[in-house]
């Protein structure tokens, strides 16, 4: 409670002070940039790279709180780093499915990269479904288990490395292969 009342004050404050200039007043060239970002979710090309970033982050806390839940068997803990990883998973397959941007004109190596980002961003959805699976498992039938907890913690591990692969091979796409940016490289389909 003490720290509510410390934070809450803090957040008051900043968000005064983010919210008090107001850019279109004083004519600013850039004062679009300072407008609201879900007015115009329109402008990006792909959804994808907006909610990736929820899927890197969520899955690997929730993999690191598992892991050091592993010492310490806290109930809160063990539910605070499934249901992240849950919401992980859940923002992976939107990542990897229906707000996945379809491809067009890439050259042999953007292609290339583009299969192994694939690649690891399914073994990512995989992987993770398993460790998903034997988190609840261990739960339920093992009541926490240092052992099984161990267990599931390399699985967790795993899902880790694969999402931080598929977003080393998403970055190689966009930052050295060009695919995405302002649209280059996607199809491009009217909702």
């Not at 982050?57 to 809160?76: D, E, H, M, T």
């Amino acid at each position: 409670m003490k720290v509510l009342k410390f934070i809450l004050p803090l957040f008051i404050v900043f968000t005064g002070v983010a919210f008090a200039h107001d850019p279109v007043e004083h004519n600013s060239p850039k004062a679009s940039y300072f407008d609201f970002p879900w007015r115009d979710l329109d402008a990006f090309p792909s959804s994808h790279p907006l909610i990736v970033h929820f899927v890197i982050v969520l899955l690997i806390v929730g993999a690191i709180l598992y892991g050091v839940n592993v010492y310490f068997r806290k109930p809160s803990l063990y539910w605070t780093a499934l249901i992240l990883y849950i919401l992980g998973l859940g923002a992976a397959y939107l990542a990897s499915y229906p707000l996945h941007p379809h491809t067009a004109g890439l050259t042999e190596a953007a292609q290339e990269i583009m299969y192994l980002h694939d690649f690891w961003a399914y073994n990512t959805l995989t992987i993770g479904t398993i460790g998903a699976v034997l988190m609840m498992g261990n739960l339920i039938l093992f009541k926490r288990n240092r052992i099984a907890m161990t267990a599931v913690a390399l699985v967790l591990l795993l899902t880790s490395y694969a999402v931080s692969m598929a977003g080393h091979y998403g970055a190689h796409l966009v930052h050295i292969e060009g695919v995405g940016p302002k649209g280059e490289f996607l199809e491009m389909h009217e909702h």
